[in-house]
């Protein structure tokens, strides 16, 4: 695609790099399978078993992390510039959210999503490694915005969505003029009001960066999750994601959106 080359290490183990061979994108979409499909129990609309694949891959970047010594893909993102949203004529998050207002903004844009862990290696290093090479992409690429959908996990009662807001808390919200809407409200029949799950550590991350939460949440049914629409400038990510992102969520494990 022409896009710049991404490629962070960490000392003799790991490696993030945007692949660029069939072979790595097919390990990247088997892992992909592996977490959403069997450990998630997400409901995949894919042409091939044992592969998480739609409409999205073909334009993507596939951004990885390898195991230098195992020799086989351990994480994965995928990023959507917004050249290649316009081929494909949409961002994923569209299929989620009315985000017209936004992408009126003036800049760049990149999508992340589709993130996710082997469950052998959630920690910090491999999602050291991941932001490292994101990072240099993002500078690279010249992007000004930084946007996705973050996922939150029911807790056993359902969704507290007013609670979930509430910890986010008001200064966080984007603005409303932006006209941010949810094209699949959480159900009344799927909300409650206890906290169960909180605030998943990748997404609390980046708020600590700056990044706006907009609007209600979508419902992703093939998910189970509530996706809440995230907004970052990327003016605030240079020379502070290692201290906040990395350094701050030495746990976060996994993360369907952002």
């Not at 799950?197 to 979508?218: D, H, M």
Request: a neutral charge.
């Amino acid at each position: 695609m022409g896009a710049p080359e991404s490629r962070t290490s960490r000392p003799g183990r790991l490696t993030a790099f945007v692949a660029r061979d069939e072979a790595t994108i097919v390990a990247a979409q088997k892992l992909r399978y592996r977490v959403f499909a069997e450990e998630m129990g997400a409901r995949l609309h894919t042409p091939i078993d044992g592969l998480d694949i739609d409409e999205f891959d073909a334009y993507c970047d596939h951004l990885v992390v390898m195991d230098n010594r195992e020799r086989r893909v351990i994480g994965s993102t995928r990023l959507l510039s917004d050249s290649q949203a316009k081929r494909l004529g949409r961002f994923y998050s569209e299929g989620e959210f009315s985000l017209s207002g936004v992408l009126a903004l003036k800049g760049r844009f990149l999508e992340i999503g589709r993130t996710c862990v082997d469950p052998n290696y959630r920690g910090g290093a491999v999602i050291a490694c991941l932001w490292g090479a994101l990072s240099e992409y993002v500078t690279q690429g010249g992007f000004d915005h930084l946007m996705g959908c973050a996922s939150i996990p029911p807790g056993p009662s359902g969704f507290a969505v007013d609670a979930v807001y509430r910890n986010v808390g008001e200064g966080r919200l984007g603005p409303a003029e932006l006209g941010v809407r949810p094209r699949h409200p959480v159900p009344a029949w799927k909300r409650c009001q206890r906290d169960e799950s909180g605030v998943p550590p990748l997404l609390q991350a980046y708020l600590r960066l700056g990044a706006w939460v907009f609007g209600e949440p979508c419902w992703d049914e093939d998910f189970d999750v509530m996706d809440v629409f995230v907004l970052l400038k990327m003016e605030r990510l240079q020379g502070r994601y290692e201290r906040h992102f990395v350094g701050g969520e030495r746990n976060a494990a996994l993360q369907t959106g952002l």
